[in-house]
């Protein structure tokens, strides 16, 4: 099929053109309260088509591979009548030629579902043995990814992939009041993933049953330590998403606030998005645009020094493309993505973060992330107060907003750990979502930051 | 698909087929410049069994793989919950138009002109702005076959709109959009422009808000997350597992009086109207509060089964799915106010248009906290300036028992038709 394609492509007269055919098969297991919920299997195969000439784009995708010549016709004719007045290019990629493949001694593929199944019905069962506990969900999913990148220029790169993850919630209840604690863990390293976890499973419902007893969070302004997942929620979803070039490139006011050596935070502050790191879930070898993935250092001791880009918004730059034009599907284009998103460590240890604080708060985990850019506001699952330099009684309900470039500049303390997590998740934006992503960072001081609440 | 039951039927005691095949056209205009054109072909396949009365249950993209689907459901069987229902063999189904052929006409050409108008009637008056715009037309098609001899069909149109001025002011964002869908054919109109470029006028000033509790309208904009919280509590799921909050409160009064909401899949141009739902269970008209009086749950069959009811119609599932109860188009009742007058009648307020962060709360109770995108202050009946770094704060259950006034024109958010609502007090956080 490969040099069918490869032939279509040849023949089409349009400047760039490109072809990605996917093929997915996965298991995913979730137990809801005691019973089994759904245990799916699945067989995707789907494809799409994506030309570009002079600043404009056309894209179809489909799952019936015998119409390709009529998809590929579709997407020259209307990326002719669209370039009409427009201009652009995209950044000069070198078009490998290369074939990843999997190899891993266990497999998700390779273990029996029988197997799964009880994995995930033996953590269930730890979070339901408790009478506070009203249901639990734990979810369980497994995909094998294949996908053929070929475009015009040459390229023509096999992928493989294997993300394997879990996810733990447990609801707790008393009344009219009901709790929730969650957790996961995920990546591209095999089965092993989402063993031994029983210790995960037990705080998850430890969490939720102490939830349901802890006081609803005083509204106000705190200092604020953040564990390493929250962290990792601010470095991606407060300062990543600014990070994205397909945005900037198109907006000069935008540029301006982005500009590359702009100082956003103290010395101690740096934060990376780095593709390559073996294992994690926001890993990859070439992104969507057979671009390789790579190390974009974002802020370098406090000062604007990179971006994330595609092909495209690099040239609109006149930087370099940095591999994170990523689609979470065959049935979407390319945009600019993250991949695993964190902030360096620093040298506090987690006493020296909270010792000097009379009147703040211990943020851990997210329930949730949002932001527009300058706002953001992510939930912790969990927190505590910090009363004169001690951990104190739980708190609910700790709902944190700001605007992003104050809250880089008032991070005051950056701990001497370091922790990334994937989860079963991802990130979500332009209404592609989940994609696999993986965030984190050390623990985090930050100053003057409004909680609202009770 | 007759074939695929056909081997089911020798494979496993009973089988379903869900299958959709449809279309989509997205037209996208980016920073004020048309970007891209695409089209975009679907289809999938579900398989539902029952074996040895449990459930099993897989899916594909390739009608090709259907054996091996079929397999992979059989096997997930063996682990399944047990099945409490039986398919259903017929559908007494009330008629629905849900496809619209004005729909299939549009033209690329029609969209593009509109869509440049609206462009350059935002940039007339503010230059500086860069405007996105989606426009979407959509058909498909949705078969549910089974081995009790079910074969029903329709057919379904859709069209969205989707405008987004995002503006800097004085080095700080702003954001302001539009979002329209039915399944006739839609677009941004004259109308909703003037709407915009007033907001984006009031977006100009930006004032500080006193934090402490106060009035707030919520613009109809801003409801569904609300709703969304009613709609979780109701859910046959959450009631089956225990974990809704109002799982004991059927025929009590748990808001205002004024609170009526329906749950309506035969809505007239719902943007979720369909004459079944996806088990092949006929749709109808389901009030879930009546004056503020809890009056029923939504359930699937297999959820209705566990606990001795009837399924209300409320199916609802992707091919790649099983089905789970879910809402259809919800409709809550108009009160008496216009917007204008709530305003007038506030001393200290803000009105809401947009929050970011409405789905992070404990959305299950029924609380919400978020970020104010955009809203503004009021000030002796009148709107004064944006506020910004703003976060409003409350339980939906306590903010419906202390409503000063409901809206009395309802718009319709996706799915949601709501009015706007006027509550008494609410916790605001500013700085």
Known sequence: MRENIKKLVAKAKIPFLEVHIEERQGVEISYAGKELDSLNQYIDIGGNVRAFSRGVWSFASFNDFNELESHINFVSQHVRIGRRNNRGKLAIAEPYVDEITVKMDDDPREIPIYEKVKTVKSYNSIILRSKKIQSSRVRYADTFQRRFYINSEGADIVEEKIYCGISFIAIAKDGMNVQMMKKSKGGTRGFHTVCGLEEDAEGVKKDAIDLLKAKKVKAGMYTLVADPVLTGVFAHEAFGHLSEADFVYMNNKMQKIMQLGRRFGSKELSIVDDGTICGERGS???????????????????????????????????????????????????????????????NMTFNELIGDIENGI??????????????????????????????????????????????????????????????????????????PTAQGGPHIRIRNVVIGGK | MNEILDSAKKLVNEAEIFCIKGKEFPVVFKANRFYTSEKKD????????????????????????????????????????LAKFAFPEKVKMKPIKTF???????????????SYYLIKEILKK??????????????????????????????????????????????????????????????????????????????????????????????????????????????????QKGSSPIKHKKNKKLLDKRVTIYDNALLNGGVRSRPFDSEGVASRRIPIFKNGVLKNFLFDLQTAGILGKKSTGSAVRGFDEMPYPGMSNIIVSPGKWSVADMVKDIKDGIIVHNVIGGGQSNLLAGDFSCNVSLGFKIKDGRIVGRVKNTMVAGNVYDAMNNIEGIGKKIDNIGSFYTPAFYFKSLNIVSR
């Open chain 1, 284 to 346: 990859y070898k070439y992104d969507d645009e057979g671009v390789q993935s790579r190390c974009n250092i974002l802020i370098n001791k406090g000062i604007l020094v990179g971006r994330l880009h595609s092909r495209e918004s690099a040239e609109k730059m006149s930087e370099k493309p940095t591999g994170n034009a990523r689609a979470i599907s065959y049935r979407y284009h390319p945009i600019v993505r993250m991949t695993n998103t964190f902030i360096k460590k620093g």
């Open chain 1, 362 to 435: 211990y943020a851990v985990d997210a329930l949730g992330g949002q932001t527009e850019l300058e706002m953001f506001t992510f939930s912790s699952a969990k927190a505590y107060i910090i009363k004169n330099g001690r951990i104190g009684p739980m708190v609910r309900d700790v709902v944190i907003t700001g605007n992003v470039f104050e809250t880089l500049k008032n991070i005051d303390g950056i701990g001497n750990d370091m922790e990334l997590h994937g989860g079963l998740g991802g990130c979500g934006k332009d209404g592609q979502s989940p994609l």
């Open chain 2, 42 to 81: 679907f289809e999938g396949l579900g398989i539902r069994v029952i074996n040895k009365g449990k459930l099993g249950f897989a899916n594909t993209t390739k009608v090709e793989a259907c054996g091996a689907i079929l397999d992979f459901a059989k096997n997930a069987s063996k682990y399944g919950e």
């Open chain 2, 100 to 114: 619209y052929k004005c729909v299939k006409k549009i033209t690329q050409d029609e969209i593009k002109e509109r």
């Open chain 2, 126 to 239: 503010e230059k500086g702005a860069k405007i996105d715009i989606e426009f979407k037309m959509a058909e498909w098609k949705i078969r549910i076959m089974n081995t009790k001899g079910l074969d029903v069909t329709y057919q379904k149109t859709q069209t969205s709109m989707n405008l987004l001025i995002f503006l800097v002011i004085d080095s700080s964002f702003t954001w302001i959009y539009k979002i329209k869908v039915s399944p006739k054919k839609i677009f941004i109109n004259k109308k909703d422009l003037k709407e915009l470029l007033k907001k984006v006028e009031l977006t100009k000033k930006v004032v500080t808000v006193n934090s402490g509790t106060m009035s707030v309208i919520f613009m109809p904009s801003v409801m569904p997350m609300h709703l969304r919280s009613f709609m979780m509590g109701v859910n046959g799921k959450l009631i």
